[in-house]
Structure formats: C-alpha cells, structure tokens
C-alpha cells in the first residue's frame, strides 16, 4: 500500500467529519507553526488524556467505532481510541495505520479477569505512524488519571521512538506481555476484530455490540489502585 493511500479518510477513520475536524483544531491551533513529529506528539496527548479509557458500556457497533463517534461519547477502550489517533494524524499529513494483538494483562480488576475469562486479551489495539521515515507504534491508550488509580506510568510518546505498555508497573509487578500479532490495516477490519472480542470473552457483551455496564475507576477505588485496566 502507498503511503498516499494511507492518508485518505475511510469509513473508520472519517476525519473529514466536523467533530474529527474539531478535535484536531483544539488539539492544533496553529498547525503551521509545528513540526510533524510536534504535530503527532500533540495530538497522541490530545487522545490519550482528552478521551475517557473505559472497557465497561463500550459501543462496538459499526457506527460506534468511528472516530467521530467516539469523539462524541469520549471514551472508550483501545479499539477506540486508537481509531482516533490514527483519524487525527492522517488529517494533518501523517501516514497511520490500526494494529492488532493479543496481550496477557496480569493486572486486571477481579471483576474484568472474570469478563474476559482470564488474563489473555484477544485484538487489543494500538497505532503504527509514519514519522521522518519511520514507522513507529503509538498507543494512547491509558489517559493519566487512570494510570494514577492503577499504579502505572503513563505512556509518553515522543515522535521518535515507540510508545508501548510498560512490562511493569510502578511497584515492579508484571504488567503486560504482548504473546500474538494479529496484524497491521489501512483501515478497521470489523468483521474480524469485534466478531474475535466476542467470540474469545463472550460474558463482557451486554449485547451483540455493546459491552457490559460498570466503571473502571470505581473498580480501582474498591481495589486499591492494586489492579490494571484492560487492553
């Protein structure tokens, strides 16, 4: 695939709508005056601390994983706020694309772990971008406050260098290990990511495209910031 095709705007990536455009210019107000790597570094911030990460009441329809409306309901978990990110960078000239894998949390709630029936996450997603001829992966994933309850460091991203889960938390307990690449898109292959959540953690759907009700940040209250979100 060439470089131009992964600028255009998809179903997924719809950043020529009005609340994408939005987004962008709130997170840029003088474009012109940044670097591109500036430009990516600014907006990773914008996505990671301005969208709320939220695996509970997730919407998982076809509608619901745009970026514009996940912009709309600001939040939710990876699959969603890395279509984001890789909707806003493409706006501004930086090649993007959706990566998937499979990931064993071993810092999820009691709660999440029962859900998602263990400590393995099927298609947990990040971003590849292009910067200065370099692909480079990027995951805004965990906004701040989130890391804070859950004893994690948040993820920095500087344009140069990957931006990936930390192998452990704050405490030196094992956080995250990547076990399964499922792969790099050009846009969201839908059929394949949310019919693979579903079919690996059936009891964390509500419905056939939202997931169940509750709240991460009430989970670390009741846990004592002793346990980590999910992919």
Not at 10 to 39: I, M, N, Q
Not at 150 to 164: C, I, N, W
Not at 192 to 197: K, N, T
Request: aromatic share 10%.
């Amino acid at each position: 695939m060439t470089t131009d095709e992964l600028l255009k705007p998809t179903e997924f990536l719809d950043y020529e709508s009005a609340t994408v455009r939005a987004f962008v210019d709130k997170a840029l107000p003088e474009p012109g005056r940044l670097t591109e790597v500036e430009r990516a570094v600014a907006l990773y911030y914008a996505v990671r601390d301005g969208i709320n990460y939220e695996v509970y009441d997730a919407d998982l329809s076809r509608e619901g994983l745009r970026a514009s409306s996940v912009l709309e309901r600001g939040k939710g978990f990876c699959v969603h706020k890395s279509i984001v990110y890789a909707a806003a960078v493409r706006s501004v000239g930086v090649p993007s694309r959706i990566v998937y894998g499979d990931v064993r949390n071993h810092l999820a709630s009691e709660r999440l772990r029962r859900l998602v029936g263990g400590d393995v996450f099927r298609y947990h997603s990040w971003t590849s971008v292009q910067l200065e001829g370099a692909w480079l992966k990027a995951t805004p994933v965990f906004n701040k406050m989130l890391c804070r309850l859950y004893r994690m460091r948040p993820l920095d991203f500087d344009g140069r260098s990957d931006s990936v889960y930390h192998p452990y938390d704050l405490e030196g307990r094992r956080h995250m290990e990547f076990l399964r690449d499922r792969g790099e898109f050009d846009d969201v292959p839908y059929d394949q990511v949310v019919g693979g959540i579903r079919d690996a953690h059936p009891l964390l759907f509500a419905g056939s495209h939202t997931t169940t009700s509750g709240s991460l940040m009430d989970e670390a209250a009741a846990e004592g910031g002793s346990d980590g979100g999910q992919g």
